[in-house]
């Protein structure tokens, strides 16, 4: 059996930057351990399977080369994309997703591009407790590097992130990851990510600079331009950084070290709870197929995963 991939890059309108996701259309006639399979092959940080819903327009299933994840902003981005410029949701400019983490709504505006909003889940955030010299190391930088006047914090909308504030934006060009020794270091949430960001930019539009590095659960090592992790640093700005504040927009630049430019635009909004929304454009790249099952069988252990990070 073949199926049929598009490579869309989410949060650019060049091809070839932002972050690039597989987007399998009219994805019901797989199982999981095809998607997985499919997700292995692709080999991207995330694959996201577009399946029927009965209680929404639509289900999105996403899986990282390693394992299946609840939410993903830029693969949510990439598919909506992908659909809407092909015809789909003629003439409506909001529909709703279901995904494992709730029911989302989605929103569209073509403007000079096609520009698409999503609302996240709730934010939560987790004190961190760990070794701070031991993280700041495992990133590729000394204990110094870090911003101790604001806090390290486990932080999720939909997917959990350790968000780490860096004094400087020059540190972002030396970190070096060592995705094996997150878990260690990571033992409240061992399977989280890592987000270091800073309030120095390179694009004077930008609001916040950031890299994200991968759980080594997931099999890959950086991701480019992460929508989730940019959305729950609004949150994570209206709690900790600037409480007074009831709604904050801004822009998040991310991949500038790996020559992958991006741009996410995120809005919090304060009221009764505190409500996270991210927006972006995309671009299809090209679309290719592949075939599954596959000859072998995705081994997804902790150490099968990691020998392909070495």
Same mark, same amino acid.
């Given at each position: 059996?073949?199926?049929?991939?598009?490579?869309?890059?989410?949060?650019?309108?060049?091809?070839?930057?932002?972050?690039?996701?597989?987007?399998?259309?009219?994805?019901?006639?797989?199982?999981?351990?095809?998607?997985?399979?499919?997700?292995?092959?692709?080999?991207?940080?995330?694959?996201?399977?577009?399946?029927?819903?009965?209680?929404?327009?639509?289900?999105?299933?996403?899986?990282?080369?390693?394992?299946?994840?609840?939410?993903?902003?830029?693969?949510?981005?990439? @598919?909506?994309?992908?659909?809407?410029?092909?015809?789909?949701?003629?003439?409506?400019?909001?529909?709703?997703?279901?995904?494992? %983490?709730?029911?989302?709504?989605? @929103?569209?505006?073509?403007?000079?591009?096609?520009?698409?909003?999503?609302?996240?889940?709730?934010?939560?955030?987790?004190?961190?407790?760990?070794?701070?010299?031991?993280?700041?190391?495992?990133?590729?930088?000394?204990?110094?590097?870090?911003?101790?006047?604001?806090?390290?914090?486990?932080?999720?909308?939909?997917?959990?992130?350790?968000?780490?504030?860096?004094?400087?934006?020059?540190?972002?060009?030396?970190?070096?990851?060592?995705?094996?020794?997150?878990?260690?270091?990571?033992?409240?949430?061992?399977?989280?990510?890592?987000?270091?960001?800073?309030?120095?930019?390179?694009?004077?539009?930008?609001?916040?600079?950031?890299?994200?590095?991968?759980?080594?659960?997931?099999?890959?090592?950086?991701?480019?331009?992460? %929508?989730?992790? @940019?959305?729950?640093?609004?949150?994570?700005?209206?709690?900790?950084?600037?409480?007074?504040?009831?709604?904050?927009?801004?822009?998040?630049?991310?991949?500038?070290?790996?020559?992958?430019?991006?741009?996410?635009?995120?809005?919090?909004?304060?009221?009764?709870?505190?409500?996270?929304?991210? @927006?972006?454009?995309?671009?299809?790249?090209?679309?290719?197929?592949?075939?599954?099952?596959?000859?072998?069988?995705?081994?997804?252990?902790?150490?099968?995963?990691?020998?392909?990070?070495?």
């Amino acid at each position: 059996m073949r199926v049929t991939v598009y490579h869309v890059d989410a949060f650019s309108v060049i091809a070839n930057q932002g972050n690039p996701a597989g987007v399998v259309l009219d994805a019901d006639q797989l199982k999981p351990g095809d998607m997985q399979k499919i997700a292995f092959q692709v080999g991207f940080n995330e694959t996201v399977f577009v399946l029927k819903s009965e209680i929404a327009d639509l289900k999105l299933k996403y899986y990282t080369p390693g394992h299946e994840i609840n939410l993903c902003g830029h693969a949510t981005i990439a @598919s909506l994309y992908c659909l809407k410029t092909r015809g789909f949701f003629e003439g409506r400019d909001s529909i709703q997703i279901e995904t494992n %983490g709730g029911i989302l709504p989605i @929103s569209f505006n073509a403007e000079d591009h096609l520009i698409i909003g999503m609302k996240q889940q709730k934010p939560e955030f987790i004190p961190f407790g760990g070794d701070t010299r031991k993280l700041a190391e495992s990133m590729g930088l000394t204990e110094d590097c870090l911003d101790v006047t604001k806090p390290i914090v486990y932080g999720s909308t939909g997917i959990w992130t350790l968000l780490v504030p860096i004094r400087q934006l020059d540190s972002f060009k030396i970190m070096k990851p060592n995705n094996k020794q997150f878990p260690e270091i990571l033992a409240q949430n061992p399977k989280a990510s890592v987000h270091p960001f800073c309030f120095e930019t390179y694009d004077e539009n930008a609001f916040m600079h950031a890299r994200h590095f991968s759980s080594p659960y997931s099999g890959t090592v950086e991701d480019p331009v992460t %929508g989730t992790a @940019s959305g729950v640093m609004g949150a994570y700005y209206l709690t900790y950084i600037d409480q007074d504040l009831n709604d904050i927009q801004f822009i998040v630049e991310q991949g500038q070290e790996i020559n992958r430019d991006g741009k996410v635009h995120v809005h919090a909004i304060r009221q009764n709870e505190m409500d996270i929304f991210i @927006s972006g454009t995309a671009v299809l790249v090209k679309e290719f197929e592949v075939e599954y099952p596959l000859l072998y069988e995705c081994d997804n252990s902790f150490d099968n995963i990691l020998w392909r990070m070495t």
